[in-house]
């Protein structure tokens, strides 16, 4: 191809053998390739006799070399970007330079390949229906649970990338969180010392606390919220929002079914909710109109 462009390319999380034949043509064929460590890329390159010349291309210099790049780019050169492991973009950076050719209306490529987050969400056996990935939680506790509260009613398996250092305190908040839950612990993916943990989330936390320490990178998982428990925890919510809206005039069934959509809860679940403790000015045997 003539005209320039990016090729995203997605490298090993662990395994070196874990990398596309389109990868290894398209590092072997830029003109370039931006590493977010180009000692991390050496060995990749080295283990499959790559030579193309490597560029730094990291959190601390990408909004300085960005504008140059794109322009690079423009005048038809071909660059691919790795990152230190898995697909550029995802908690690495990627994103910023993809935004600004998509903004000068450049051609971006994506070669897929791993990512920890996929791999780590098959090996927990966990429900992969709907999934939520959370990236790094925030540090600071209070900031963390409140997060963490936002998530408490969605229908997902939740994911999140931790640093082994502060793997146990977040998995204490999650059992904060979300007790009861079923979580994974999903460690060291595709190396030597893999390690997945299924478990109670409550059982987790208390494992990595009785941890001495932890090494390696980590991703933590919990299950969706029971069956039928999304509109249990909020129960109250529901009541709520069904006597504001009946009144304002709306009959049962209407707002039933307002307050299934907007929250996300099956109709029948709302429905429940509404006969065995229904709104205040409300009879049990009915007073609604439906
Ligand atoms: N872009 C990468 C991807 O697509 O997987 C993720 C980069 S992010 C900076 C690094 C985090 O990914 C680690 O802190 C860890 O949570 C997760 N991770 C990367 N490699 C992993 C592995 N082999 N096993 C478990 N988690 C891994």
């Known amino acids: 191809m003539g005209t320039g462009r990016l090729s ?14 389109r990868v290894l043509e398209t590092l072997a064929g830029a003109d370039a390739v931006l590493a977010e460590d180009t000692r ?3 060995k990749l390159f080295a283990r499959h006799g790559i030579a193309t010349p ?11 070399r960005t504008p140059a790049l794109v322009e690079r ?21 990627g994103a910023h330079l993809v935004e600004a050719l998509a903004a000068a209306g450049l051609e971006v490529e994506v070669l897929p390949g791993p990512s920890a987050i996929i ?44 640093s082994p250092r502060r793997a146990a305190s977040t998995a204490a908040a999650l059992a904060e969180a979300f007790p009861g839950r079923r979580a994974c612990m999903a460690r060291e993916l595709t190396k030597v010392h ?60 209407a707002a039933v ?8 809860v099956p109709r029948n679940e709302v429905y429940r909710i509404a006969h065995v403790d229904p709104p205040s000015g409300e009879g049990r045997e009915g007073g609604g109109r439906d």
Not at 73 to 93: C, E, F, N, R, W
Not at 257 to 264: F, I
Request: glycine share 10%; with cysteine; net charge negative.
């Open 8 to 21: 995203v390319c997605a490298t090993p999380i662990g395994n070196l053998g874990d990398v596309t034949l």
């Open 40 to 42: 991390v890329t050496a």
């Open 194 to 253: 893999e390690e997945v943990v299924r478990a109670p989330v409550d059982d987790l936390a208390a494992d990595l606390a009785g941890r001495e320490s932890l090494k390696g990178e980590v991703v933590l998982l919990v299950g969706p919220p029971a069956r039928g428990s999304r509109a249990e925890v909020d129960a109250h919510a529901v009541r709520a929002r069904l006597g504001e809206l009946m009144e304002a005039g709306a009959s049962r069934s």
């Open 257 to 264: 079914r307002a307050v299934a959509e907007e929250r996300g």
């Open 119 to 162: 791999t780590a969400l098959v090996a927990s056996g966990l429900p992969t229906h709907a999934f939520y990935f959370g990236g790094f939680l925030p540090r600071k506790a209070g900031e963390r649970s409140r997060r963490l509260a936002d998530l408490a009613t969605l229908d997902a398996t939740l994911l999140f990338y931790e």
């Open 73 to 93: 780019i423009a005048s038809g050169a071909h660059l691919a970007l790795v990152s230190d492991a898995g697909t550029p973009g995802v908690s690495d950076p």
């Open 54 to 64: 490597l560029e730094a291309y990291h959190a601390h210099n990408l909004e300085r």
